[in-house]
Every structure is written in C-alpha cells, then in structure tokens.
C-alpha cells in the first residue's frame, strides 16, 4: 500500500517527532546531541526554516517548525541522513537509526502553537532527565532555556514565542514561564502527538489552504 503524502506549504507549522528504531538510544552522549544540533542549526539556517521549540531525549527529539522556502521533507531528510552517519560511524554500528518515518503533524498555528511549545519543552522533566523547572530554565537540550535567556540560539525564533506573551521581555518571559509551570501537573497530552491536530482544529490551517504551490511529500 503506497505511503500517504504529506501536505506541506510556505507558513505551515509542523510538530515533528522522531524515535530511534525499536525504541533505541539516537544521542549516547552530549557530543552526539551537540552535533545534532550544529547541523539542524546550519539546515534551518540554509533552509529559511522557523523554530520556536525542540527538545532532544535519548531516544528521540521533538521539534516546532514552519516550513520557509524548503519543503520539511527536504529539511527532515538532510538532518536525519547527515545524523545517522554520523552516529554510525562514530558508535560503529550499521543499519537504520530511526523508527520508520518521522511523524509530522500539521497543526493551526492559533489553535495549538502555545499548547505545543509548552509541550515539547516539558519533554525532558515529562521523561525525568532532569529534575525540575528550575533546572530546566538553563538546560542546553530544549528551547526553553533560549526563551529564558540562560542560552543563545540564533537559529531559535525566540522573540515569535515571547511576543505571544507580551511586548515587554521581562514580563512576556514571566508569563511564559508561567504557562510551562502551569502545564507540569497536566501530564502527558496524546492529543498533542496524535495525527488528528488538523482535523480536530476544522482543516488545515488557513496558511496552507490559500497557498497554491502546496508542496506534497
């Protein structure tokens, strides 16, 4: 049975996951979470591709893109490849390092862009990497260290998510702050990493409905 395409356009706003085969580590070691992320700054960089959260677990990594002048596809292709050989090579293993394909969940920007970012990056407290938020504010491995301040990533559009918040930075980032401390009690949200966003939002988001050039991978 043929592969379903994606639907993909300028302006749409992808939730990407992606699982090591069978569950398995991607990222044994900072080194390797540090290469990962100098190549998928440099891809969304050369791609014109927005960021406004990540996060990287051992065994895999969520990220909130908008699709600028490349389709995801492309983008999503350059990072897994670029990845895995690096990681094979280095780790001295063979075969595939992903689980099937990644999943890209299109999603209404208005809708479920903050719900989301809070999401991804309560990721690393979700799988108890780390302890708390307070250790989260400054850990390198998830965007809202950035957000915070504690880190800089100038390939992470910050200022998109602060906005969203308020004009002023101080108080856009204790509102922020806010709403990921509001969202640890509310646990796991399968809603959110489902393939439904779409559908339950009413259709694809109107960005991508008035495009024409819709690109389909």
Known sequence: ???RSRIDAPGALHHIIVRGI???TIFKDDA???NFLER???ILTDSNTSCFAWALIPNHFHLLLRTGRVPISTVMKRLLTGHAMYFNRKHNRVGHLFQNRYKS?????DVYALELIRYIHLNPLRAKIIPDLKFLDKYTYSGHAAIMGKKKNNWQDTDYVLKLFNSKLSLARRRYREYVKKGISVGKRPDLIGGGLV???GGCPK????NKSVYER
């Open 199 to 201: 559908r339950s939002a």
């Open 22 to 24: 069978e569950r398995k």
């Open 105 to 109: 969940i299109l999603c209404q920007e």
């Open 40 to 42: 998928l700054k440099n």
């Open 207 to 210: 960005r991508v409905e008035k």
């Open 32 to 34: 390797d979470k540090d």
């Open 1 to 3: 049975m043929p592969r």
